[in-house]
């Protein structure tokens, strides 16, 4: 690895993105850190994502648009062909938060790597489908590590991946449709450590993404309850109240509909001292 400038790959799947798919390859293109690659695998596109994706081809390394079998096949397909020192994989409504947003995680990358950790994460901000920054995500490792071994606790969204990881564990379990990448930092993280650039926020994520709709969300948590059973057993305690809340949710909304159930969720945030998620946002 070239130490000072490591070649960052930036991964892309996306499948009907056209929505949000050129503010993220904008986001990459503007980067003020050069040393990167682009791998974009799109799921046979319907909706004009290709022709987006064809104005960019000059600055992408690979791009392949063919029916996959979901996320974590189409992130197989784009291993490889990766050549990076460390890996981000980017969600299509995912998108770098400011234009040194890679040069910022230089640093971070070098120090993680002469600790023996492959795994680096910072802040993220959480944006509602209009563009409203609703919360910053991203705690240190210190605060996350044991709770990440009861339920995920870190957006896998702009993370930074060691090309070691995959040498040493092998690609995603495709058998997952939402949990696959928590599984796999599993392998990892269950008895190593990450690493936190607390001082960066590298990427912006949207809600609305697959494990974040409300009809996913049940199996969002039994996957994940899942992948943590592979590597630690039991049930965790943490699980329960997830399992309540979301209960309380969908009672409310069917009681209520979403958009009423939405309110009285941003009620109780308020009162503990959260930020409003809904309040600015789509009923997504």
């Known amino acids: 690895m070239a130490h000072d400038q490591p070649l960052i790959s930036i991964i892309i799947a996306c499948l009907n993105s056209a929505d949000t798919l050129m503010r993220c390859l904008t986001s990459i293109e503007t980067q003020t850190y050069q040393n990167r690659e682009v791998i974009i695998i799109d799921g046979g596109s ?7 994706l064809r104005s960019f081809q000059e600055q992408v390394a690979y791009i392949e648009s063919s029916p996959d079998n979901g996320i974590y096949h189409a992130w197989n397909k784009a291993l490889k062909h990766v050549s990076g020192d460390w890996l981000c994989f980017l969600g299509a409504d995912d998108f770098f ?7 910022n995680i ?6 993680a790597h002469d600790q023996q950790i492959y795994y680096v994460y910072s802040k993220t901000a959480i944006m509602s489908k209009a563009g ?3 919360t910053l995500e991203g705690k240190p490792w210190n605060n996350l590590k044991e709770r990440n071994k009861q339920f995920p606790q870190i957006t896998h969204s702009g993370t930074f991946h060691h090309k070691y990881l995959f040498e040493k564990h092998g690609a995603f379990d495709e058998s997952f449709a939402i949990a696959g990448d928590y599984e796999f930092l599993l392998r990892e993280l269950s008895s190593n450590d990450a690493y936190f650039a607390d001082d960066t926020i590298t990427v912006g994520h949207t809600i609305g993404g697959i494990s974040r709709r409300l009809e996913n969300r049940f199996s969002a948590i039994n996957e994940a309850l899942a992948a943590r059973n592979r590597h630690i057993k039991g049930i965790p305690w943490s699980f329960f109240p997830i399992y309540a809340q979301l209960s309380v949710y969908l009672i409310l909304t ?8 939405n309110h009285f969720v941003d009620v109780y945030r308020i009162c503990t001292g959260k930020a409003p998620v809904w309040s600015k946002s789509e009923n997504v």
Do not use: M, P, Y
């Open 254 to 261: 069917s009681i209520l509909g979403r958009a009423l159930a």
């Open 97 to 103: 938060f400011h234009d040194q947003s890679l040069e």
């Open 132 to 134: 409203d920054l609703l």
């Open 106 to 111: 230089i640093i971070h990358l070098k120090l």
């Open 46 to 52: 319907t909706d004009g994502s290709t022709a987006i």
